[in-house]
């Protein structure tokens, strides 16, 4: 079976790479070939590109992404053009946007926000109020409490609490995975969900076409339904102009009857669990919230699987607190949330820039790329300039070179203004974790940099009070012992050298 699934996985990428190559030779023929129609689809390519950079300027955009799509096009003026607009066709259409709204909206009155609540914090933690009521008004995420939380780092500590949780279903079980991958992780939660949904249970999966473009094959969705498993692909790829890919699910989400429910950096397959090794040691994070919080997590996924589906469910079946109370009490605050790239609000980066900004003694941070726009390395900048312990530790054994690179780029500005510089030797810190002044944590799928923040699917969790902040800090210093700190020294590269990451950042928005 897995020899047959192989087999169409590499003739499905074959085809896809094949035409790829066709459109992209029949465009350079167009414009080489020297023919009357080369020179008027070169006029008219030409006008095209001042438009767009007309239009680019004008737009109320990030300035990194300004700036290197009016460059491109100074540089290339017949490509320049074109490829903005191919590549901006390659978002989500309108309306694929209009029905998400539809759903979110529809759904909110789902999630009940609770200004009792927030009072509760206003008189505990007064600094954090600005950032819960930026996402209760313009998201509509409730803060809870009633609800437990567990910081799961590794991926090894991860996987059998995971299956573990998989094994109480009573009722449903939802998984939204950018990657899932054969092999030993995921076969023990595969012979999981097959029990479960042969005796009733109701099992779904969703999974991002991109994100399992090399691990899964096309039919993979009709093997999931003859276990008696329902499946949907997150955004098909398809190779042609007219395709939308650039706006991925990257989210990491799964639900337990709405009672228990995980967040994080972990996929689904086995280098995340350290069964399989790719660039060292892979350290991955995630949280387990159980209690009430876990409902609007189960609403993320149901809002998300509901789009371009004819019929919509109401969700009030799903929610498991109706005819009984919720039985964990605790004193910590939790909000999940999540961040889609069509309502042109910027969730991650402004709660990112929240708890900067809230930080009166240290903020410590993990991520895999480190590519960020003016704005947030000025805030980082500032806090360290003003005295905040302000630390970062990324990987030291990178997945792309290209983008690690790019996050080297940024080292220089930060060190300089006092922000510590860490390089996670052991392996590739995959890690996506936020953690302040012993009081608040995030742990989610959001990297810090313009992907993640701008035009992927994401989600994440903050928390308030609990113990899981101070398991977040406790990881985050013992990740900082086992990694090289950068000198400032270090970072006085040769001439060439310099250049070429000038280049890199100039074009880091669009990686």
Request: net charge negative; charged share 25%; aromatic share 14%.
């Given at each position: 079976?897995?020899?047959?699934?192989?087999?169409?996985?590499?003739?499905?990428?074959?085809?896809?790479?094949?035409?790829?190559?066709?459109?992209?030779?029949?465009?350079?023929?167009?414009?080489?070939?020297?023919?009357?129609?080369?020179?008027?689809?070169?006029?008219?390519?030409?006008?095209?590109?001042?438009?767009?950079?007309?239009?680019?300027?004008?737009?109320?955009?990030?300035?990194?992404?300004?700036?290197?799509?009016?460059?491109?096009?100074?540089?290339?003026?017949?490509?320049?053009?074109?490829?903005?607009?191919?590549?901006?066709?390659?978002?989500?259409?309108?309306?694929?946007?209009?029905?998400?709204?539809?759903?979110?909206?529809?759904?909110?009155?789902?999630?009940?926000?609770?200004?009792e609540l927030k009072e509760e914090?206003?008189?505990?933690?007064?600094?954090?109020?600005?950032?819960?009521?930026?996402?209760?008004?313009?998201?509509?995420?409730?803060?809870?409490?009633?609800?437990?939380?567990?910081?799961?780092?590794?991926?090894?500590?991860?996987?059998?609490?995971?299956?573990?949780?998989?094994?109480?279903?009573?009722?449903?079980?939802?998984?939204?995975?950018?990657?899932?991958?054969?092999?030993?992780?995921?076969?023990?939660?595969?012979?999981?969900?097959?029990?479960?949904?042969?005796?009733?249970?109701?099992?779904?999966?969703?999974?991002?076409?991109?994100?399992?473009?090399?691990?899964?094959?096309?039919?993979?969705?009709?093997?999931?339904?003859?276990?008696?498993?329902?499946?949907?692909?997150?955004?098909?790829?398809?190779?042609?102009?007219?395709?939308?890919?650039?706006?991925?699910?990257?989210?990491?989400?799964?639900?337990?009857?709405?009672?228990?429910?995980?967040?994080?950096?972990?996929?689904?397959?086995?280098?995340?669990?350290?069964?399989?090794?790719?660039?060292?040691?892979?350290?991955?994070?995630?949280?387990?919230?159980?209690?009430?919080?876990?409902?609007?997590?189960?609403?993320?996924?149901?809002?998300?699987?509901?789009?371009?589906?004819?019929?919509?469910?109401?969700?009030?079946?799903?929610?498991?607190?109706?005819?009984?109370?919720?039985?964990?009490?605790?004193?910590?605050?939790v909000q999940p949330y999540t961040?889609?790239?069509?309502?042109?609000?910027?969730?991650?980066?402004?709660?990112?820039?929240?708890?900067?900004?809230?930080?009166?003694?240290?903020?410590?941070?993990?991520?895999?790329?480190?590519?960020?726009?003016?704005?947030?390395?000025?805030?980082?900048?500032?806090?360290?300039?003003?005295?905040?312990?302000?630390?970062?530790?990324?990987?030291?054994?990178?997945?792309?070179?290209?983008?690690?690179?790019?996050?080297?780029?940024?080292?220089?500005?930060?060190?300089?203004?006092?922000?510590?510089?860490?390089?996670?030797?052991?392996?590739?810190?995959?890690?996506?974790?936020?953690?302040?002044?012993?009081?608040?944590?995030?742990?989610?799928?959001?990297?810090?940099?313009?992907?993640?923040?701008?035009?992927?699917?994401?989600s994440a969790v903050w928390m308030?009070?609990?113990?899981?902040?101070?398991?977040?800090?406790?990881?985050?210093?013992?990740?900082?012992?086992?990694?090289?700190?950068?000198?400032?020294?270090?970072?006085?590269?040769?001439?060439?050298?310099?250049?070429?990451?000038?280049?890199?950042?100039?074009?880091?928005?669009?990686?």
């Amino acid at each position: 079976m897995r020899k047959q699934w192989f087999q169409s996985l590499l003739m499905r990428r074959a085809v896809i790479i094949l035409i790829l190559l066709v459109e992209i030779a029949s465009f350079i023929f167009l414009i080489v070939a020297g023919t009357l129609v080369s020179e008027v689809a070169a006029i008219v390519f030409r006008v095209i590109s001042v438009i767009v950079a007309l239009y680019v300027i004008s737009k109320n955009d990030k300035g990194g992404y300004r700036l290197i799509w009016v460059f491109l096009i100074l540089m290339f003026p017949i490509f320049g053009g074109v490829l903005y607009v191919f590549l901006n066709s390659q978002m989500i259409s309108n309306r694929y946007a209009k029905n998400l709204s539809e759903i979110i909206s529809a759904t909110q009155d789902q999630l009940e926000l609770k200004p009792e609540l927030k009072e509760e914090l206003r008189e505990q933690f007064p600094v954090y109020v600005k950032g819960v009521d930026y996402l209760e008004k313009t998201q509509h995420f409730p803060i809870y409490k009633n609800t437990n939380t567990k910081y799961l780092s590794p991926g090894e500590a991860f996987w059998p609490v995971f299956l573990e949780k998989l094994r109480t279903a009573e009722k449903y079980i939802f998984l939204e995975y950018f990657t899932i991958g054969e092999g030993k992780f995921w076969d023990s939660v595969l012979e999981i969900l097959k029990e479960k949904a042969a005796s009733g249970v109701l099992v779904r999966i969703m999974y991002d076409d991109m994100g399992c473009f090399l691990t899964l094959p096309a039919d993979y969705p009709e093997y999931l339904k003859s276990l008696g498993i329902e499946c949907k692909v997150f955004n098909p790829f398809r190779p042609f102009f007219t395709t939308i890919q650039n706006n991925r699910d990257h989210r990491k989400l799964t639900s337990i009857d709405g009672k228990i429910a995980f967040c994080g950096g972990l996929n689904l397959s086995d280098e995340y669990v350290n069964e399989k090794e790719r660039f060292g040691y892979w350290k991955d994070s995630a949280v387990m919230v159980e209690g009430e919080a876990a409902w609007s997590i189960t609403c993320f996924f149901l809002q998300i699987w509901h789009i371009n589906q004819a019929e919509r469910e109401d969700f009030r079946q799903y929610y498991p607190w109706t005819n009984e109370p919720c039985p964990i009490k605790n004193d910590g605050f939790v909000q999940p949330y999540t961040d889609v790239p069509l309502d042109h609000e910027r969730v991650s980066e402004s709660v990112y820039m929240h708890m900067i900004n809230s930080a009166e003694r240290y903020i410590y941070i993990s991520t895999p790329y480190l590519i960020l726009d003016e704005d947030m390395v000025s805030a980082l900048c500032l806090s360290a300039k003003s005295g905040v312990d302000v630390r970062i530790v990324t990987p030291s054994k990178y997945d792309k070179w290209m983008i690690h690179q790019a996050t080297r780029c940024y080292y220089r500005d930060l060190v300089k203004a006092g922000v510590r510089i860490y390089e996670y030797t052991p392996g590739f810190m995959h890690s996506k974790t936020v953690v302040i002044d012993d009081k608040a944590a995030i742990v989610g799928s959001v990297n810090w940099d313009y992907r993640s923040l701008y035009l992927h699917f994401e989600s994440a969790v903050w928390m308030c009070g609990t113990d899981t902040v101070l398991d977040v800090r406790d990881d985050l210093l013992k990740s900082y012992e086992v990694s090289d700190e950068v000198l400032r020294e270090e970072l006085n590269f040769k001439r060439g050298w310099s250049l070429f990451r000038l280049i890199l950042r100039l074009i880091a928005p669009i990686f």
